[in-house]
């Protein structure tokens, strides 16, 4: 198996990606339990630990949404069990309410939050920054700058979290957590306990006040533990050169540090001051390693967290030394940084002339410019069907498409924003497709509303606003577009799912069953492959009054032919064909393009969906040997 070779024995070097190499650091720390919801860039640590789970004695599995995931987690380290919870940084919003109360409950056994950011952003609705959570929670974060680091600090912060009885947030980024290096493998540790968990309310029941003082008191003395083990103990924070020049920074900007004053050749001239341990900022240790400095700069992704700490610092000290922050420096707040940007930031704040950093430009190639490219709905997407059949409801009901707000939802349908579709209105949070189209009918918008959700997306965040629709009666159609995995991350399992990932045998949760069990009597299941009825039944549905579900449900085109479903491409019969472009023009599918002045079907890419079959006006296209749409 291809995740099996993280399995090596000690000393072993390795390629791995950073999020194999916390897995690998998972199971050399004794990890029993791992769990997360699928979300770039951490999904792979999971995706890593899932199949080979059993035969390493750990139950790996994904949970239903972040703050479920963490509960579980935080119920594990409860009894003494080792655990680790993996989300990307939105997700910690979801899972929040938790993770602020366990650092007043504290663990028993080391606990491990990984929370990857995506500055870009990459794959991510926001460039969130996720390390103030870890001052408003008041747990110690951890930031390693590489995969090597990533490993190694995953089994230092567990030492930390059980020395400290806190849990502990391992801050990545998605350059760490994506990029490919080197790993020389260590010790896998073998940690046999006995699960138990003890009556103890003063710690683990927040009803009392007098108690909730109490235990923050106790965590804020743990904090001050955290700094003399994480530094004195376990070695965290690292001092590189003794120039006068001082540089302070984290994670990956440290690579992008190092690899700018060796282009620009000043190593001699600065010191590296990196922080590991970036909260709570360990004051000691920089104040120890500023002596000397002429002058700071700070260099990090994203917001001034560490500029504003050191300020703060140094003003506490009476100290007067100059720092260089974002605005000094001219390091952005938006997006991320890279070698170039670094080394005008290293010019400006050692004074060196223009040329310098010119060269450095040129070695990073920072003037490319590559064309946009926005990302399309795969061929034969089953949402394509979802949303052309959705448009064409609305418009043989004699309503106008823009006169229909279509609520947006978080996963791969939120594509349907491009041309020729442009249908959704929105795309907010996870879930937050039917609460907005709920305050949309409750502030009293006359025509219909309709909310847009994923499965998984549905089962992560969209129940509850579905059980309010229930309740107040709301008049809201939700259109649930089940693609029978969480496709836009990698195609993990979903609660329909009979085995996930790891071979484990679980009960299927089926979405209609929900939808029914919570009292909504308007329940349909269409195929969006067969435009023809969906489109009916949508019709029909936009004019019910109240709430109406449908389940347009087809498995994911990717996922259906890495199984061997794929149907063969149908053909154009250019006798017939006009070249009018409907197909194209309708449904932007990227299996259909123009060759020769006319269209045709790029067959490579073709999976025989047959929607281009039903949509053309002519019976041009015909189709082969998919029985599921017909020639309209």
């Given at each position: 198996m291809e995740?099996?070779?993280?399995?090596?024995?000690?000393?072993?070097?390795?390629?791995?990606?950073?999020?194999e190499a916390i897995?690998r650091?998972?199971?050399?720390s004794s990890?029993?339990?791992?769990t997360?919801?699928?979300?770039?860039p951490?999904s792979?640590v999971?995706m890593?630990?899932?199949?080979?789970?059993s035969?390493?004695?750990?139950?790996a599995e994904?949970?239903?949404n972040?703050?479920?995931?963490?509960?579980?987690?935080?119920?594990?380290a409860f009894?003494?069990?080792?655990?680790l919870?993996?989300?990307?940084?939105?997700?910690?919003?979801?899972?929040?309410?938790?993770v602020?109360?366990?650092a007043?409950?504290g663990?028993?056994?080391?606990l491990?939050?990984?929370?990857?950011?995506?500055?870009?952003?990459?794959?991510?609705?926001?460039?969130?920054?996720?390390?103030?959570?870890?001052?408003?929670i008041?747990?110690?974060m951890?930031?390693?700058?590489?995969?090597q680091?990533?490993?190694?600090y995953?089994?230092?912060?567990?030492?930390?979290?059980?020395?400290?009885?806190?849990?502990?947030?391992?801050?990545?980024t998605?350059?760490?957590?994506?990029?490919?290096?080197?790993?020389?493998?260590?010790?896998i540790?073998?940690i046999e306990?006995?699960?138990?968990?003890?009556?103890n309310?003063?710690?683990y029941?927040?009803a009392?006040m007098?108690?909730n003082?109490?235990?923050?008191?106790?965590?804020?003395?743990?904090?001050?533990?955290?700094k003399?083990?994480?530094?004195?103990e376990?070695g965290?924070?690292?001092?590189?050169?003794?120039?006068?020049?001082?540089?302070?920074?984290?994670?990956?900007s440290?690579?992008y540090v190092?690899?700018?004053?060796?282009?620009?050749?000043?190593?001699?001239?600065?010191?590296?001051?990196?922080?590991?341990?970036?909260?709570p900022?360990?004051?000691?240790?920089?104040?120890e390693?500023?002596?000397?400095?002429?002058?700071?700069?700070v260099?990090?992704?994203?917001?001034?967290?560490?500029?504003?700490?050191?300020?703060?610092?140094?003003?506490k000290h009476g100290?007067?030394i100059?720092?260089?922050g974002?605005?000094?420096a001219?390091i952005?707040?938006v997006?991320?940084?890279?070698?170039?940007?670094?080394a005008?930031?290293?010019?400006?704040f050692?004074?060196?002339?223009?040329?310098?950093s010119?060269?450095m430009?040129?070695?990073?190639?920072s003037?490319?410019?590559?064309?946009?490219r926005?990302?399309p709905?795969?061929?034969?997407c089953?949402?394509?069907?979802?949303?052309?059949?959705l448009?064409?409801?609305?418009?043989?009901?004699?309503?106008?498409?823009?006169?229909?707000?279509?609520?947006?939802?978080i996963?791969c349908?939120?594509l349907?924003?491009e041309?020729?579709?442009?249908?959704?209105?929105?795309?907010?949070?996870?879930?937050?497709?039917?609460?907005?189209?709920l305050g949309?009918?409750?502030?009293?918008?006359?025509?219909?509303?309709?909310?847009t959700?994923g499965?998984?997306?549905?089962?992560?965040?969209?129940?509850?606003?579905?059980?309010?629709?229930v309740?107040?009666?709301?008049?809201?159609l939700?259109l649930?577009?089940d693609?029978?995995?969480?496709?836009?991350t990698?195609h993990?399992?979903?609660p329909?799912f009979m085995?996930?990932?790891?071979g484990?045998?679980?009960?299927?949760v089926?979405?209609?069953?929900v939808v029914r069990?919570?009292?909504?009597e308007?329940?349909?299941?269409?195929?969006?492959?067969d435009?023809r009825?969906?489109?009916?039944?949508?019709?029909?549905?936009?004019?019910?009054?109240?709430?109406?579900v449908?389940?347009a449900?087809?498995?994911?085109?990717?996922?259906?032919?890495?199984?061997?479903?794929?149907y063969?491409?149908?053909i154009?019969?250019?006798?017939?064909?006009?070249?009018?472009?409907?197909?194209?023009?309708?449904?932007?599918?990227t299996?259909?393009t123009?060759?020769?002045?006319?269209?045709?079907?790029?067959?490579?890419?073709?999976?025989?969906?047959?929607?281009?079959?039903q949509?053309?006006?002519?019976?041009?296209?015909?189709p082969?040997?998919?029985?599921l749409?017909?020639?309209?």
């Amino acid at each position: 198996m291809e995740h099996e070779r993280i399995l090596g024995e000690p000393g072993q070097r390795v390629l791995l990606m950073g999020n194999e190499a916390i897995a690998r650091g998972a199971i050399e720390s004794s990890v029993k339990v791992a769990t997360g919801y699928p979300g770039t860039p951490s999904s792979e640590v999971l995706m890593t630990l899932m199949p080979i789970s059993s035969k390493i004695g750990m139950y790996a599995e994904w949970a239903v949404n972040e703050k479920v995931a963490f509960e579980i987690g935080l119920g594990a380290a409860f009894a003494g069990i080792r655990a680790l919870v993996t989300m990307k940084a939105p997700g910690l919003n979801v899972a929040s309410d938790s993770v602020v109360s366990s650092a007043y409950t504290g663990v028993n056994g080391g606990l491990v939050l990984l929370v990857a950011d995506d500055p870009g952003p990459h794959t991510t609705q926001t460039e969130q920054d996720s390390r103030w959570y870890a001052k408003l929670i008041k747990i110690p974060m951890i930031e390693p700058s590489s995969p090597q680091e990533a490993k190694d600090y995953i089994k230092k912060s567990y030492a930390l979290s059980e020395k400290t009885q806190l849990p502990v947030m391992f801050r990545t980024t998605t350059r760490v957590n994506h990029t490919v290096g080197d790993v020389v493998l260590g010790e896998i540790e073998v940690i046999e306990r006995t699960p138990s968990f003890e009556f103890n309310p003063k710690r683990y029941i927040r009803a009392s006040m007098q108690w909730n003082m109490d235990r923050h008191k106790w965590l804020l003395k743990q904090l001050e533990l955290v700094k003399d083990i994480a530094v004195k103990e376990l070695g965290f924070n690292k001092v590189e050169g003794d120039g006068e020049y001082c540089i302070i920074t984290s994670g990956v900007s440290y690579n992008y540090v190092l690899e700018s004053i060796e282009r620009l050749n000043v190593r001699e001239k600065v010191k590296i001051i990196k922080l590991e341990l970036t909260f709570p900022i360990p004051s000691n240790f920089i104040l120890e390693n500023i002596r000397g400095c002429k002058q700071i700069l700070v260099v990090e992704e994203l917001d001034p967290y560490l500029e504003e700490n050191v300020r703060s610092l140094l003003q506490k000290h009476g100290i007067n030394i100059k720092v260089w922050g974002k605005e000094e420096a001219g390091i952005p707040e938006v997006g991320e940084l890279n070698p170039a940007v670094v080394a005008e930031a290293l010019r400006r704040f050692l004074g060196l002339s223009e040329d310098s950093s010119n060269l450095m430009r040129k070695h990073v190639n920072s003037k490319i410019l590559i064309p946009s490219r926005p990302p399309p709905l795969c061929p034969g997407c089953p949402h394509r069907g979802s949303y052309f059949s959705l448009i064409r409801a609305i418009r043989r009901n004699g309503l106008r498409k823009q006169d229909v707000p279509v609520m947006g939802d978080i996963g791969c349908y939120a594509l349907s924003l491009e041309p020729p579709l442009e249908a959704i209105w929105t795309e907010h949070a996870m879930g937050a497709s039917i609460g907005l189209a709920l305050g949309l009918k409750i502030a009293g918008y006359s025509k219909p509303v309709v909310a847009t959700i994923g499965d998984s997306t549905f089962f992560h965040a969209g129940l509850p606003a579905l059980v309010e629709a229930v309740n107040k009666n709301i008049d809201v159609l939700v259109l649930i577009l089940d693609n029978v995995s969480v496709a836009m991350t990698g195609h993990q399992s979903t609660p329909e799912f009979m085995v996930t990932e790891s071979g484990r045998k679980v009960k299927p949760v089926m979405i209609e069953d929900v939808v029914r069990g919570i009292g909504v009597e308007n329940v349909w299941i269409v195929d969006p492959y067969d435009l023809r009825e969906t489109t009916k039944v949508l019709q029909e549905a936009l004019k019910k009054p109240g709430v109406k579900v449908v389940i347009a449900r087809r498995e994911c085109s990717l996922q259906a032919m890495r199984k061997g479903i794929r149907y063969t491409p149908p053909i154009i019969d250019y006798n017939k064909c006009t070249n009018c472009m409907a197909c194209i023009r309708s449904l932007g599918c990227t299996a259909l393009t123009i060759r020769d002045g006319k269209v045709a079907i790029i067959e490579e890419l073709c999976n025989g969906c047959n929607m281009c079959v039903q949509v053309c006006p002519f019976n041009a296209i015909i189709p082969r040997d998919n029985p599921l749409a017909k020639p309209r």
